[in-house]
C-alpha cells in the first residue's frame, strides 16, 4: 500500500472517529467514562432514554475501540481502552471538556448510582 493511501485510510478513520464523538449523548458518555466506569442502567439514567438507545450508543463506541467492557456477575460495566488506538486523541479531546461528575453524584443522591450491582 501506498504511503498516499495509508495517509488516507487514517484520515478517514480519524474522521469516523471524530464523527462518533460529534453526538452530545456518545462525547458525553466518554466524557463520564474518562474519569468512572459506568453500565448501561446508569447511562439510561442519566440521559432519560432507552435502554436499547444507550445500547447503541455504547455499541458503536466499542466497535471502533474507544470503550471496552468488562463482566461483574451479570452486569457488564464499561470504561475508556486506554490502549486503543485512537485514545490519545481522544485524551485530547476530553480534556477540553466540561467534567460531567455531577451527573454520577445526582445518581446517587437518587439511589441509582452502579443500580445494577
Same mark, same amino acid.
Given at each position: 500500500? %501506498? &504511503?498516499?493511501?495509508? $495517509?488516507? #485510510?487514517?484520515?478517514?478513520? %480519524? ?16 466524557? !463520564?467514562?474518562? @474519569? ?14 432507552? *435502554?436499547?438507545?444507550? %445500547? ?17 456477575? *451479570?452486569? $457488564? !460495566?464499561?470504561? #475508556? @481502552? ?11 479531546? #476530553?480534556?477540553?471538556?466540561? @467534567? *460531567? ?6 445518581? &446517587? &443522591?437518587?439511589? #441509582?448510582? $452502579? %443500580?445494577?450491582?
Amino acid at each position: 500500500m %501506498s &504511503e498516499t493511501r495509508k $495517509i488516507a #485510510l487514517e484520515l478517514e478513520r %480519524s474522521a469516523n472517529v471524530l464523527k462518533l464523538l460529534g453526538d452530545k449523548t456518545r462525547l458525553t458518555m466518554m466524557k !463520564i467514562l474518562d @474519569n468512572h466506569d459506568a453500565c448501561v442502567c446508569e447511562f439510561v439514567e442519566i440521559f432519560k432514554t432507552s *435502554q436499547p438507545a444507550i %445500547s447503541q450508543h455504547v455499541r458503536k463506541l466499542k466497535d471502533v475501540g474507544m470503550v471496552k467492557e468488562t463482566r461483574r456477575g *451479570q452486569w $457488564i !460495566i464499561y470504561s #475508556l @481502552n486506554k490502549e486503543g488506538e485512537f485514545f490519545p486523541l481522544v485524551e485530547d479531546l #476530553l480534556r477540553h471538556l466540561p @467534567n *460531567q461528575d455531577y451527573r454520577l453524584k445526582e445518581l &446517587e &443522591e437518587q439511589g #441509582l448510582r $452502579i %443500580s445494577c450491582e
